[in-house]
């Protein structure tokens, strides 16, 4: 395919993938869903087992295999903004008074899943041979496997909690605040089980790459803020300039996670996390707005990518099957944890089961780690279409499950932070009877 075939094709694929993604995100927005649902069904429904299946001449015009390369870096480079973005927005310092419940209940929700999807990957060695794994899973995988069932997608939970008016509540709270701990650990274990499966450091043994990257980590938490707050904050930038100069400070950072054998995203995500807030540590609005808006115009390509790995034809009997289970288990290990947790931590009964549900939905950031595991060789095809399926499920069941733990007047109960209201003289006071 000649040069400009190519182009012809790229814009005519990207004006289909973005209407499509777009128009199915609103639709699952208008069914009271996440917009990622309805963008991910996309995705699939693009993808070789739909309209691959239904119309193979199709897709192979609209989705030759020289458009590969191109629809790739567009994703790689979405998922950077996307998570440049949410490590920017990270904040432990939300989780305040009820710091020991949101961390207890955040720790508990790791390790549960972690041990249960480790235990399974162990147990049912033959069946994942199955499904196109190794009899003997290598150390990675296996720990990859509990990670799988231990994510919290926070910027999903984040607007279930704002959808459904629980933001100021004691379960939106701590939902929120252990899932923000919850991405620290996740995202840390991943980074370490990837380490040694990552194309990048060529040569270089894993004590070594940790080694360089721990040095990295470092001089990035000690250095690189302080002169980016330099940079933004003394030289007055214009607001573009500071998106641009903070973007491509992003895309380095991935860059270089990526050459030390990790994937992109884990640059993207230390570089929102080292990013210079405001004084007073308040998020600049004027980098927040253009990195959602570039953010959403781009995922999209993401979630085409990510359909055009799944492949239902090849599930089989022990696909759907193991679909079924690892769902089941996604859920009540994720519910189960939670609410034990949260009891524990001093919840009643009803804000307990409300925090443990809220845990349970996974979403983009399911996507993302599977599909870095994908690309690391820590999962087989099938198996990755399985658990894709399985973060869409257990995404899907979050809203009706909250609504089963609903009760009356519960907003009004679970008033978790107290409203201030101005005096005559311009001070605040919070009244008696709200108490967190």
């Known amino acids: 395919m000649d040069q400009d075939a190519l182009i012809t094709h790229f814009?005519?694929?990207?004006?289909?993938?973005?209407?499509?993604?777009?128009?199915?995100?609103?639709?699952?927005?208008?069914?009271?869903?996440?917009?990622?649902?309805?963008?991910?069904?996309?995705?699939?429904?693009?993808?070789?087992?739909?309209?691959?299946?239904?119309?193979?001449?199709?897709?192979?015009?609209?989705?030759?295999?020289?458009?590969?390369?191109?629809?790739?870096?567009?994703?790689?480079l979405a998922l950077v903004v996307f998570l440049f973005g949410v490590g920017y927005e990270l904040d432990l310092r939300m989780l305040g008074d009820r710091a020991r419940t949101a961390v207890t209940v955040a720790l508990a929700s790791f390790a549960v899943p972690m041990a249960v999807g480790?235990?399974?990957?162990?147990?049912?060695?033959?069946?994942?041979?199955d499904l196109g794994m190794p009899r003997d899973l290598p150390p990675a995988a296996v720990?990859?496997?509990?990670?799988?069932?231990?994510?919290?997608?926070?910027?999903?939970?984040?607007?279930?909690?704002?959808?459904?008016?629980?933001?100021?509540?004691?379960?939106?709270?701590?939902?929120?605040?252990?899932?923000?701990?919850?991405?620290?650990?996740?995202?840390?274990?991943?980074?370490?089980?990837?380490?040694?499966?990552?194309?990048?450091?060529?040569?270089?043994?894993?004590?070594?790459?940790?080694?360089?990257?721990?040095?990295?980590?470092?001089?990035?938490?000690v250095a690189a803020r302080p002169v980016l707050r330099r940079l933004l904050w003394r030289t007055r930038l214009e607001p573009s300039l500071r998106l641009a100069l903070l973007l491509g400070f992003a895309l380095a950072s991935a860059w270089v996670t990526h050459s030390l054998g990790l994937h992109v995203i884990f640059g993207a995500l230390l570089a929102g996390v080292v990013?210079?807030?405001?004084?007073?540590?308040?998020?600049?609005?004027?980098?927040?707005?253009?990195?959602?808006?570039?953010?959403s115009l781009l995922l999209p390509f993401f979630f085409v990518i990510s359909g055009q790995s799944v492949t239902l034809a090849g599930l089989g009997t022990t696909g759907w099957v193991a679909l079924l289970v690892v769902?089941?288990?996604?859920?009540?290990?994720?519910?189960?944890?939670?609410?034990?947790?949260?009891?524990?931590?001093?919840?009643?009964?009803?804000?307990?089961?409300?925090?443990g549900v809220l845990l349970s939905a996974r979403g983009l950031t399911e996507l993302i780690a599977l599909d870095a595991g994908r690309q690391a060789g820590l999962l087989s095809g099938p198996l990755y279409t399985v658990l894709v399926f399985m973060a869409l499920t257990t995404t899907l069941l979050t809203q009706p499950l909250l609504r089963l733990t609903d009760r009356p007047a519960a907003r009004d109960h679970t008033a978790a932070l107290p409203v201030p209201r101005r005096q005559p003289d311009g001070t605040t006071a919070t009244p008696a009877g709200d108490k967190g």
């Open 118 to 129: 480790s235990g399974c990957a162990l147990l049912f060695r033959e069946q994942l041979h």
């Open 275 to 295: 990013a210079p807030r405001e004084e007073g540590g308040t998020l600049d609005p004027d980098l927040l707005r253009p990195l959602h808006d570039v953010g």
């Open 143 to 221: 720990v990859f496997a509990g990670v799988a069932l231990s994510i919290t997608a926070v910027p999903v939970l984040t607007a279930i909690v704002r959808e459904n008016g629980l933001s100021r509540s004691v379960p939106g709270v701590v939902a929120v605040s252990a899932a923000g701990v919850l991405d620290v650990i996740g995202w840390t274990v991943l980074a370490g089980a990837m380490i040694d499966r990552g194309g990048g450091a060529q040569g270089l043994g894993w004590p070594w790459r940790v080694a360089l990257a721990a040095g990295f980590v470092a001089v990035m938490g």
């Open 11 to 76: 814009v005519g694929a990207s004006a289909l993938i973005l209407v499509a993604a777009h128009a199915a995100g609103w639709l699952a927005r208008r069914l009271r869903q996440p917009s990622i649902i309805g963008q991910l069904a996309a995705g699939i429904a693009l993808g070789p087992s739909l309209l691959g299946g239904v119309a193979p001449d199709a897709y192979s015009a609209l989705f030759p295999a020289a458009l590969g390369p191109a629809l790739t870096g567009l994703a790689q």
């Open 327 to 355: 769902t089941v288990l996604a859920v009540t290990t994720k519910v189960g944890a939670g609410t034990v947790a949260a009891r524990l931590g001093g919840l009643d009964r009803h804000d307990a089961r409300t925090v």
